[in-house]
């Protein structure tokens, strides 16, 4: 019989941020966790399995021919024990084994025996990191359904600056967490759209904006996490489809209007997380526009349809959840689009001085007719699954009122 209490393993590789992990052991232990750690060789480096094994309380497994650990818990126990899976730091290497199914230590082996979900935060110089072999390997992993935390931006130990740091073990352990939260939105139909629009000028040019879809994507991650099916309707981004996410790319608003309404007819719930384009260039020439010397250029702009606004004038409609990027008066401006556009819920931010737009990180202030929430900065992934359990609670309250 296994403890009531929730139980992790915790695989550590060869890599400087190996250190973090003896704090995520000691975070997930003051959640109830209990903690069972794996190494790899090459973590024995950086960390002992002694320091380890105070900290989980349990016997640390490096070797897939320890036989005294074996006889304890064989690899296949060990990994039929987890309920989650989480490798961090997770180097290249590592990655490169898992993505491509290799079972040739203890780690990669359990990986392959778990049922449990699991999730590998990876950990490396950046440039390294921004290898495309690399990014084919978590391409790989995402696409089978593993959630890759992080890595974040910054500093890092051999001196550069850029993408490939380990995420820090609270938001470790506040992913682990959240994952066992229950579905909140099991039986739903979710609608998300995401991303800029791109209105083209003519082959070459077009008229967009700064939205990099991370905090839709994000959105449209969470509710499928939470138990709903999810369609993503994205503009133009470079960003690989969540997983168990059914999606629809658009280039133009009218496209995306097209598709949202589309999409939305049997929908219980719309997330307009979509910077969408207010204007369109009046015509699209077929050829590139000529420079002409010397003349200033003049565009003429036709208005885009309003999306979430179309949505809302229908007689029957999913509760919508709008967002309000505002550079000031975020709170008043929010609360006014909120009544205008005949809205459920608005999640405002604010995007003065470089917020929101381009960030991993983002903070939201969240308005409802009779109530507000604050979720304060974090990253998008974490935050989105905070919004999803708030649009869950609101949507199933106006359900009761109307019923
Ligand atoms: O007015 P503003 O663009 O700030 O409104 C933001 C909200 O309205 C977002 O939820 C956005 O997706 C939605 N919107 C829309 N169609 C437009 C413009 C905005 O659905 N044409």
């Known amino acids: 019989m296994h403890s009531a209490k929730r139980r992790i393993l915790v695989g550590v590789t060869g890599g400087i941020a190996a250190y973090k992990i003896c704090e995520l052991v000691r975070r997930l232990r003051d ?5 069972r750690v794996v190494m790899t060789e090459g973590a024995t480096h950086f960390v002992t399995p002694t320091t380890f094994q105070a900290l989980s309380g349990q016997p640390v497994r490096v070797s897939l021919w320890d036989e005294a650990g074996e006889a304890a818990m064989g690899h296949i126990e060990l990994a ?11 180097s290249a290497d590592t990655i490169a084994r898992l993505a491509h199914g290799f079972a040739n230590d203890l780690l990669s082996t359990v990986v392959l025996a778990t049922a449990a979900p699991v999730f590998v935060a990876p950990a490396m110089n950046q440039q390294m990191w921004a ?5 084919a390997n978590v391409a790989t992993l995402r696409q089978r359904g593993v959630t890759i935390l992080g890595p974040a931006d910054g500093d890092q130990a051999c001196g550069d600056i850029g993408s490939g740091r380990l995420l820090e073990p609270n938001e470790l352990r506040d992913a682990l967490m959240a994952s066992f939260n229950n579905r909140t939105l099991a039986g739903t139909r979710v609608v998300v759209s995401a991303g ?5 000028l003519d082959p070459v040019r077009f008229i967009g904006n ?15 996490e939470a138990g709903a099916d999810v369609t993503l309707i994205a503009g133009p981004v470079s960003l690989p489809t969540p997983y168990g996410v059914h999606r629809v790319d658009v280039r133009s608003a009218r496209q995306m209007h097209e598709a949202v309404l589309s999409q939305s007819q049997n929908a219980d719930i719309y997330v307009g997380a979509a910077a969408v384009g207010d204007y369109r260039p ?16 003049r565009l003429e702009l036709a208005e885009n349809p309003d999306i979430i606004g179309s949505l809302a004038a229908m007689p029957t409609h999913p509760f919508l959840v709008g967002f309000a990027a505002e550079t000031q008066s975020v709170a008043d401006y929010a609360q006014a ?23 991993t990180n983002n903070a939201l202030h969240v308005y409802w007719a009779d109530g507000d929430a604050v979720l304060p900065d974090m990253p998008k992934t974490e935050l989105a699954r905070q919004l999803v359990t708030l649009v869950a609670e609101r949507y199933r309250h106006a359900r009761k009122s109307n019923s």
């Open 31 to 35: 959640r109830d966790v209990e903690v």
């Open 80 to 90: 039929r024990w987890a309920e989650r899976v989480i490798v961090a730091p997770a």
């Open 131 to 135: 290898h495309p072999a690399v990014q």
């Open 196 to 200: 800029p629009t791109y209105e083209d």
């Open 210 to 224: 700064r939205s990099s879809g991370r905090m839709g994507f994000a959105v449209a991650a969470a509710a499928r």
């Open 282 to 297: 009046d015509s699209t020439a077929s050829e590139k526009l000529k420079k002409q010397e010397g003349q200033p250029l």
């Open 337 to 359: 689009k909120l009544q205008r556009k005949g809205l459920d819920m608005i999640a405002a931010n604010d995007v003065s001085a470089g917020r929101g737009f381009e960030q």
